[in-house]
């Protein structure tokens, strides 16, 4: 079973929809959780950061946590095709290891 | 938000000769840099951890004499690709460490993308 789960989709919507990313994983000991937007032929950009369970809202980014569930969620309202990218999940233990341990991605097209 | 910068941003270059890629953060400092590679498609592989002053970490299966990394500075790591070969074409792109104001995660460059002939 690999540490992270990531559906890559590709997932094609129209504009205006509400948009679910999800991750699972399978190690507790995973402390904090990222989102990243990678669009074609660029780094990746971190969108969302969160370290607790519970919601976190930014603009039309939210970024949900369970960590009982050990899931990741991120939803994005009234999506525009310039959210069109690869969304990656990421996590990382905390304190002296912070590597991240990436989702594969999904790929995300918002059509107009 | 934090930015980290990469250069050059595409090269070309042909089987032998060596590459280096700059990864600088512009507006924090950082003692650990990452640096990974993707190949289309695909999400991004760790090669190594950079630390300021002391040897990268590289990990399982990356060759460390042909992936040379560099971290002289707190703002400041290289990666250079030492005799490269068609198999080493790839979109190479680092990440620096940010542990400040309670968020500790990594910032990504751009990426730079080598074709080695």
């Known amino acids: 079973q690999k540490e992270v789960e990531q559906d890559p989709g590709p997932l094609s919507v129209p504009e205006g929809a509400i948009v679910s990313l999800n991750c699972t994983y399978s190690?507790?000991?995973?402390?904090?959780f990222m989102w990243y937007r990678q669009y074609s032929r660029k780094g990746p950009e971190l969108l969302m950061y969160?370290?607790?369970?519970g919601n976190k809202e930014d603009g039309r980014f939210t970024a949900q946590v369970d960590k009982s569930s050990k899931y990741i969620s991120l939803f994005i309202r009234d999506s525009q095709p310039s959210d069109s990218a690869t969304y990656l999940c990421?996590?990382?233990?905390?304190?002296?290891?912070?590597?991240?341990?990436f989702g594969k991605g999904t790929l995300l097209t918002v059509n107009p | 938000g934090a930015v980290v910068s990469q250069h050059p941003s595409r090269v070309i270059c042909k089987s032998g000769t060596s590459v280096k890629i700059e990864c600088r953060s512009l507006?924090?400092?950082?003692?650990?840099m990452f640096w990974y590679r993707q190949f289309p498609k695909q999400s991004l592989m760790l090669m190594a951890t950079?630390?300021?002053?002391?040897?990268?970490?590289?990990e399982q299966g990356v060759e460390k004499d042909k992936f040379l990394i560099n971290h002289a500075s707190l703002t400041l790591s290289t990666l250079t690709v030492t005799s490269a070969h068609p198999e080493d074409s790839s979109f190479y792109i680092c990440?620096?460490?940010?542990?400040?104001?309670?968020?500790?995660?990594?910032?990504f460059g751009p990426g730079t993308r080598l074709t080695v002939l």
């Open positions: 950079s630390n300021e002053g002391s040897k990268a970490t590289y």
């Open positions: 990421a996590m990382s233990y905390g304190g002296s290891n912070y590597k991240l341990t």
């Open positions: 190690n507790s000991a995973f402390q904090y």
């Open positions: 507006d924090f400092q950082a003692t650990t």
């Open positions: 990440s620096a460490r940010r542990d400040s104001y309670g968020t500790d995660t990594q910032y």
């Open positions: 969160t370290y607790s369970s």
